[in-house]
């Protein structure tokens, strides 16, 4: 399998000296793991020592060596309503089909719009074969 390693050194606003791995499936395109590390073990590291102490953090494996597809779904969510937004949240569920995950991100130029005078939304929808 092929993938994508990232090293950073974030500022997080306080005192803490933490290095950041973030590992990425690139077929799946799932980051999957997130390790962090104190500067002193990640320097221990990098000079040859072994078993050296972490925190980390795994997520969706399920996905990883498996193809992610996308596809875009417009539905309508009617009219008389205060947020927009939480209306297309509740209605993304309804119109995603089984297998899929619908983004509930609904904060782009894109997100609504209107066609023959009804209101509609718009979000894409992931699976993984």
Not at 95 to 121: K, L
Request: charged share 30%.
């Amino acid at each position: 399998m092929k993938g994508n390693i990232t090293i950073s050194r974030p500022t997080y606003g306080d005192d803490r000296k933490l290095i950041t791995i973030q590992v990425k499936d690139r077929q799946s395109v799932t980051r999957f793991l997130d390790i962090e590390i104190e500067y002193d073990n990640f320097a221990q590291l990098l000079t040859g020592l072994s078993e050296v102490e972490i925190d980390f953090t795994v997520r969706d494996l399920d996905h990883v060596g498996k193809v992610r597809e996308v596809e875009t779904i417009e539905f309508p969510i009617g009219s008389g309503f205060e947020d927009r937004k939480k209306v297309a949240t509740k209605e993304a569920k309804k119109h995603t089909p089984d297998g899929w995950v619908c983004d509930n991100y609904f904060g782009s130029q894109t997100s609504f719009f209107t066609r023959n005078n009804v209101s509609y939304a718009r979000t894409t929808i992931k699976r993984w074969k």
